[in-house]
């Protein structure tokens, strides 16, 4: 059975993922994700939008706030190496022209004025940290983490090794009651490695009024809304998931289903 939850590409090719606010039924979020030939390009204007351009894979040529980066990304598939995006602040525009083939992701959220420049977030920018103990370990890698400059979005990329949990111990970011939690829509793109691989993802809130559990595929996009959303990937298959999210106010702080807290200290 089908779930709206779950968006699945369009194809191998071209403009695969268009996510709007508006399509989500929601406010903040917005993802989109490209495939691009060596010589193909994509370019859009931001308008009242900030977007954070992830190579996930390839080489592009970016242009983007009225600055020329060159050549951007350096690795080949999302399970080498570290990130190379470029941050871009609303009323401008990017182009991004394919130098091998890429897998380019677009992640957006409302522009609040802030007037930032155009920048890139090279792999030395970026910081890594590993969380979790035993088939709960993951590897973290912050893009656009709350402590960088931005006006709403926050990204970060996590690989998740073969049987393995993430976003676990259960956790949800859905009510804006700081400084405990806050209120952050989240989209995840997700990766196998090999491709053909399969996981699970869970999206259910407190009084089960929501209550998914999602079959994840190379490939597919997961929309969370609200409530706890873990994920746990076969033997065998590497999980890669690009997380974007957007609230009210620009923070992560979550929130542990109380059940299965223990095991924060177990």
């Not at 809304?225 to 873990?230: K, L, T």
């Not at 065998?236 to 979550?254: C, H, I, Q, S």
Request: net charge negative; hydrophobic share 35%; with cysteine.
């Amino acid at each position: 059975m089908s779930s709206d939850l779950l968006v699945k590409p369009s194809g191998n090719e071209g403009w695969t993922v268009n996510i709007t606010p508006e399509l989500a039924g929601w406010t903040y979020v917005g993802f989109d994700l490209h495939h691009l030939a060596p010589g193909e390009s994509a370019h859009h204007q931001t308008g009242d939008r900030e977007v954070c351009l992830v190579l996930i894979s390839g080489t592009a040529r970016i242009e983007a706030g009225g600055k020329d980066f060159g050549a951007v990304g350096t690795r080949m598939s999302p399970f080498e190496g570290k990130p190379d995006s470029v941050y871009v602040p609303g009323d401008s525009e990017w182009k991004a022209t394919a130098e091998t083939a890429v897998t380019l992701a677009v992640c957006s959220a409302p522009s609040l004025g802030g007037g930032l420049p155009a920048r890139r977030i090279s792999p030395d920018d970026v910081g890594q940290e590993v969380r979790g103990k035993g088939t709960n370990v993951r590897y973290v890698t912050n893009i656009l983490p709350e402590t960088a400059a931005a006006d709403s979005l926050l990204v970060v990329e996590v690989i998740t090794p073969g049987g393995h949990t993430s976003s676990y111990p259960p956790h949800k970011h859905d009510q804006d009651n700081l400084p405990h939690e806050s209120a952050l829509e989240e989209t995840y793109y997700h990766r196998l490695n090999p491709p053909q691989g399969f996981a699970f993802q869970r999206v259910y809130t407190d009084d089960r009024s929501l209550d998914e559990t999602l079959l994840i595929e190379d490939g597919v996009v997961t929309l969370v809304p609200r409530g706890y959303h873990p994920c746990a990937t076969i033997h065998g298959y590497d999980l890669y998931y690009l997380n974007v999210m957007a609230g009210p106010k620009r923070t992560w702080k979550f929130h542990n289903a109380p059940e299965h807290e223990w095991l924060m200290k177990a």
